[in-house]
């Protein structure tokens, strides 16, 4: 398997070449006939939205939208957080009823009144978090509501036999594991159980809600495997994602949605990322390296000999020994499941180090709590948000003072000070435009980009001199990218100490002042950015040392306007 | 078939959001209403179980507010209700299952047995001597529950042993290990009951209005300022605030500076805590003296239904312990004066529970569940 920063060269490269060919516009209306591609159904298309509109209270989530999905393709739907990719397809999914325009099935129209429904007509959808019963067994899950019976009893065999048949039929691997507690095993067979859960239910229109947010690069390139064995049998499929490489990547045609309407469809092999970027946006993001005009000053945190388990007590961080200076970002890339998470959650003070010093302003605070760090002025964006980051049943003022429990001005002494948290929470919505701007929303009603924004202004407004920022963009849309990154440098700018730790190769690439590339628990090699190209570091964090540092290949690229990964047009 | 379904389903999730969007005063005019509802359909019940349904429902309402003394009862119920409900309410609140407030109780309220009769002969005779004994004998209950409740959150915390089991079989040792006590120590030569000796009589709380020998306005005070106490705690301090987050998500929690280990400990602790209260008062205003636990009545479980039909919610207890002090008196006053099997009158008590806490379930359902449309 090939590792994944190859994946997303190539995919970059497709775009590059894609992008010579494409003399004009290559938009098309969702209603123009496409070719008929391998259909031989009367209906060319396995699902048709019409002029779908849904509103809630006076927020049109989708307005007027028209998609159209080919039998036996693959289908993308993109668009930032919020855009209303969701609600279009619980639309479909019969969770919502549409207030405006019609579903077709197969070319019958039709109407869901529940899930159920939709199930019954061939519609199936992976959700983003998987509807598994963890305790129970791959079989059970798979059957589970639907299953087969023989004199009244469940019938385990002829359930069994079905399962096998799909798997063999698609080339599934889950058909190892048909006993195996669904808790058991990790989160990409767990999807695949849940694909074949709607197999076994007989869909033919497969929903995809952002498969690839839960899961690693390896993983991703084994669902895009898994997603074009279900197409080469005759599956159509519908990819929600607002990962415009993946879109590429894996998808026959392109729907962009923004602000609940479409923007336009375009067949994947004639666009590039760039202006499905702008399509998404409605503007040109450019995401470029920029020079600096500060430099970084004195050592803010010392590193070293560092070393940490996991909770198997396997030991994840083996010897990692840095310095981050004040007004510097220094920048950890690698394969997620490398050590990352627990060198973050050593240096947070989430988890004890086995061994090793971490010093920070000249202090020992190896030995501080969680509490006593933020106290010291450490603050951190978890790269689990949902997790961590907020308390989904808390209002916004109420997660304002997630962290600050002890912290002046909200706590004064034993007791809070809810009205000094209330006006910390209105400060964080406004200036980090944060979506809907009511501190009295509930956290978990606000779309993930709103939820990272106001994650981010909460930890930044702390005025920490350490800022350790773990996928601070995971799950974001463009523009809100585009935003955090530019807070994160004036973070470094006015002297705070930043530790940015992301799997994303462009985002390190585009902040860091130096980036280590960290691979299985050590720092392969600590680079300057504007010396290597993402090729180099992609074999870095396979594990392979570059020698040399890679200072030859710099030649190609303009120093200071490092090429993102194509996120930017050429 | 999808048609009743759907209408089904929609009618469940209007209920749902009605019910989430309810104010404190449409949810208390909803108990009231509940309360009358379940009464009537109860009525019916006794009529076609072939009792007299008026002479039922009278003698209910009788024994739970009809004279002085049934009024005292109620009270007296409720009082050792509301305590032990906030009790069960703060661990609920923090994901800790404290079950073992029963035991907790039985604990806190032979600490202050011991701590009334040992002290009793040192301190002066009289009311400042009551005073005092009542006092110690409080804190004494106040260490001794939170103790015997901080063992199974240590043992949660640092060996993973489920606290729900560790609680229910802590509450079976308070009780065999507190009668062996008494009935091998503490019970006066010569007699065959194994009762303590009595508390001088100077200790006790007056009874003010009601002219009960076993409930003291003091006592319902004392609840009402462990509510409130508890109210502030939960609400306005960063305790609070750490307990409550880490019964929502224990891993936001840690994050915050929580240390989840000794949070565990903190909270079962805290809880043990308002139960001890709750026991002192039982051996102060209701026995004066302390006997077999096997015998006492089951606050600490029926302060679990007390507490989820206060939705955890420290003030939600006061309404909701009063309700099942009013059922329980009446309830015993109908076990004493008609010939009506013990079962119907449970059954109509547990049909107004019911009653009453179907909207608040609807409320859980419509905020937790999923069911109410239009939230994401």
Known sequence: ?????????????????????????????????????????????????????????????????????????????????????????????????????????????????????????????????????????????????????????????????????ICSTYGFDVDRYLDTRVEQLGVGVQQRVEIIKSLYRGADV?????????????????????????????????????????ALEVADRVTVLRD?????????????????????????????????????????????ALRVRDDRGLEQVRGVDFTVREGEVFGVAGVEGNGQSELVE??????????????????????LSRRERIETGVAYVPEDRQERGIVGEYDLVRNAALGNQTIEPYADGWFLDWGAIREHADAIIDEYDVQPADSEAEARSLSGGNQQKFIVGRELERAPRLLVASHPTRGVDIGSIEFIHDRLREMR????????????????????????????????????????????????MAGETSGSGGTEAESDTEPGAVETDGEGEP | ???????????????????????????????????????????????????????????????????????????????????????????????????????????????????????????PRGTVGGVLLMLFGTVAAVIAGGAYAAVPGVMKAYADANEVITTIMLNFIANGVVFYLIDGSLRPPGTSSPNTPSFPDYVGLPPFAFGSSSFSVIGLGVALLAVAVVYVVVARTGFGYDLVTSGYQES?????????????????????????????????????????????????????????????????????????????????????????????IDGIVGIVVLFVATPELFRIAGRFGGLGGGRE
Do not use: W
Request: a negative charge.
């Open chain 1, 1 to 165: 398997m090939s590792p994944p920063t190859e994946t997303n060269a190539d995919a970059a490269e497709t775009n590059a070449n894609s992008s010579e060919t494409k003399a004009n516009s290559s938009e098309t209306n969702a209603d123009a006939p496409g070719e008929s591609e391998g259909a031989t159904d009367a209906a060319e298309y396995a699902v048709e939205l019409d002029g779908i509109t849904k509103r809630f209270g006076d927020v049109v989530a989708n307005d007027g939208v028209d998609m159209a999905v080919e039998r036996g393709t693959v289908h993308a739907l993109v668009g930032e957080n919020g855009a209303g990719k969701t609600t279009l397809m619980s639309v479909l999914y019969g969770l919502y009823r549409p207030d405006e325009g019609e579903v077709r099935i197969d070319g019958d129209p039709v109407r869901f009144g529940s899930p159920r429904d939709a199930i019954d007509a061939g519609v199936g959808m992976i959700h983003q978090h998987f509807q598994l019963v963890d305790p129970m067994t791959v079989t059970q899950n798979v059957v589970l509501g639907h299953e087969p019976t023989a004199s009244g009893l469940v019938d385990e065999a002829s359930a069994r036999a079905d399962i096998e048949s």
């Open chain 1, 206 to 246: 497969l929903i995809l809600d952002e498969p690839t947010a839960v899961l690693t690069p390896n993983e991703v390139t084994a669902l895009f495997d898994v997603m074009n064995q279900l197409t080469e049998q005759g599956r159509s499929l519908v990819f929600i994602t607002h990962k415009l490489e993946e």
């Open chain 1, 260 to 304: 609940g309407a479409v923007v336009g469809t375009v067949e994947a092999d004639a666009t590039t990322r760039g202006e499905l970027a702008r399509m998404m946006v409605g503007r040109d993001v450019l995401f470029e390296r920029r020079p600096r005009e500060t430099a970084p000053g004195h050592p803010a945190l010392r590193v070293s």
């Open chain 1, 346 to 367: 050593a240096v947070t003070g989430l988890r004890a180090a086995e061994s090793g010093g971490i010093e920070f302003d000249g202090d020992d605070i190896a030995g």
């Open chain 1, 493 to 540: 700018d006015a002297g705070v100490a930043v530790l940015l730790v992301s799997s994303k190769l462009d985002e390190v690439q585009l902040l860091s002042d130096r980036t280590a590339v960290m691979f299985e628990g050590e720092f392969v090699d600590v680079v300057d950015p504007d010396d290597v190209t993402e090729e180099q570091l992609g074999l870095m």
């Open chain 2, 1 to 123: 078939m999808s048609g009743t379904a759907g209408g089904a389903r929609a009618a469940l999730d209007r209920a749902a959001d009605r019910m989430v969007d309810a104010t404190a005063v449409e949810r208390f005019v909803i108990a009231v209403a509940s309360t009358a509802l379940a009464l009537a359909f109860g009525a019916v019940v006794v009529a076609v179980s072939g009792y007299d349904a008026v002479e039922f429902m009278s003698a209910l309402l009788y024994g739970a507010v009809g004279n002085l003394q049934n009024v005292a009862f109620t009270l007296r119920q409720s009082t050792m209700l509301v305590l032990a409900g906030v009790a069960v309410a703060v661990a609920f609140r923090a994901g800790v299952f404290n079950i073992g407030v029963q035991g907790q109780f039985v604990v806190g309220g032979f600490a202050t047995t011991l701590t009334i009769l040992f002290l009793a002969p040192h301190l």
């Open chain 2, 252 to 344: 936001a929690a840690a994050y915050s500076g929580v240390d989840p280990k000794r949070m565990v400990v903190a909270t079962m602790t805290f809880s043990g805590m308002i139960a001890g209260v709750c026991g002192a008062l039982f051996a102060i205003m209701i026995l004066g003296y302390y006997t077999d636990p096997a015998t006492f009545p089951r606050f600490g479980f029926d302060a679990i239904a007390v507490s989820l039909l206060a939705a955890n919610n420290p003030l939600g207890v006061v309404p909701a312990g009063l309700l099942f002090g009013g059922l329980d008196a009446g309830g015993q006053y109908i076990g004493f004066t008609l010939d009506v099997p013990a079962e119907l």
